[in-house]
């Protein structure tokens, strides 16, 4: 008896849409809403490199395709090799359209989907350094951007960003749409407990990759200059290290923190609502973000928000109704932020933190942003 194939049970009859990212763990944290509503009409295949996710993205009901992307190289035979990986993968798959993320596969995935003429829409998530920074590479990244999205259908997730685009002549107007983030599943992430402090003890948590750009310094001098006023309340710092990135804050530095007493490091889980509910306020002092998840998360589970007044992070947050706005780099401003946030009374932020779900609900929805993505992607098909 011959053997049956995935690929041999699978509706030929149904259009493919082809999912590309720089990890598995991106497009299953960030995506999985998304491709479940694509099933219903379309084939969903999925590109992105083998990780810890990988086998979650079967499951979700997909086809899995391995591809090996160094995220953090700038050697050209090496993208050369990623810009081969793509062209074989596409001529397998025959994607009727292609949705693409991240730096990488945006930038080679796009320029191989010119060369075989296929529908694609590139999605600009974030930034990143290379808008952040104005050196040789990253002027070299810009140019590849514009090259790859040239003539292609560009989703932004917020205004800024595309903006940046324009102004920089790496896409033409016609070319682009506004989408509001990834979505949030406001139905995961609801309040499920009560503030954990009372009217004097409180918990402040930053979740961030443990990289200077997401304002990590700024939040340990903003508690160093005010935990002595306050020895009720917790300062807590959860995410992973990022080694390699040009900003990645290192190991001796968090121990250091954790020694002198100034932060509780959580490490790394992928249990980031439990933590959420355990804290009172969510702080993040980023330098940019395309719009920032954690906020988003934290907004929906009704607790209140502290963060910069920058791309991405200033869209979650209207000033002083569901949190703070601070200026960027500002540890001083920050400080006072978490202090009018511990003067607060438990009711008083507790409301703050009900005015931020009902922004979420009424403004970043995953329903609503799925249903931008599907009337976008059934206008191009």
């Known amino acids: 008896m011959s053997k049956i194939l995935i690929r041999d049970i699978i509706d030929t009859d149904k259009k493919v849409i082809t999912i590309c990212s720089n990890t598995s763990w991106y497009i299953y944290n960030f995506r999985a809403g998304l491709i479940e509503a694509l099933q219903k009409k ?9 990780d810890d996710y990988s086998n979650r993205l079967k499951i979700l009901g997909c086809e899995y395709h391995n591809i090996e992307i160094d995220n953090k190289g700038t050697n050209p035979i090496n993208d050369m090799k990623l810009m081969y990986s793509f062209y074989r993968l596409y001529r397998e798959i025959k994607p009727d359209m292609l949705l693409i993320y991240t730096i990488k596969p945006n930038i080679y995935g796009g320029m191989v989907s010119k060369l075989l003429n296929i529908p ?22 810009r140019g590849l951007y514009k090259t ?12 800024d960003d595309c903006n940046e685009f324009l102004d920089k002549n790496l896409v033409k107007q016609e070319q682009v749409r ?11 992430f609801q309040p499920k407990v009560g503030l954990v402090g009372d009217d ?4 402040f948590l930053l979740i961030a990759r443990l990289i200077k750009d997401k304002g990590i310094v700024e939040y ?18 959860l995410g992973s290290y990022y080694e390699g990135n040009p900003s990645a804050i290192s190991k001796d530095e968090v121990n250091r923190w954790v020694e002198d007493g100034t932060v509780e490091y959580l490490g790394y889980t992928d249990a980031v609502l439990e933590e959420i509910q355990k804290a009172d306020c969510i702080v993040l002092p980023s330098y940019r973000e395309g719009l920032s998840r ?10 209140p928000i502290i963060t910069t007044d920058v791309t991405g992070c200033r869209d979650v947050v209207n000033d002083g109704e569901n949190g703070y706005l601070v200026p960027l780099k500002d540890s001083g401003a920050l400080a006072t932020a978490m202090e009018k946030m511990i003067a607060l009374s438990k009711i008083e932020r507790i409301e703050m933190g009900r005015k931020g779900r009902v922004k979420v609900i009424n403004e ?6 799925i249903k931008h993505y599907l009337n976008i992607i059934s206008s191009e098909l």
């Open 364 to 369: 970043f929805d995953e329903k609503i942003v």
């Open 120 to 141: 694609t829409l590139n999605v600009i998530a974030g930034l990143g350094t290379v808008f952040l920074n104005d050196n040789i590479s990253s002027k070299l990244a």
């Open 148 to 159: 790859s999205l040239y003539k292609n259908r560009v989703l932004f997730e917020n205004e």
């Open 294 to 303: 954690v906020l988003l998360e934290a907004a929906s589970m009704s607790k």
């Open 200 to 203: 004097s003890s409180m918990v």
């Open 220 to 237: 340990i001098e903003a508690i160093e200059s005010i935990r002595l006023d306050y020895p009720e309340v917790k300062f807590k710092l």
């Open 178 to 188: 506004l989408i509001p983030g990834s979505g949030i599943n406001t139905e995961l």
């Open 42 to 50: 379309y084939r969903v295949v999925l590109i992105a490199p083998k």
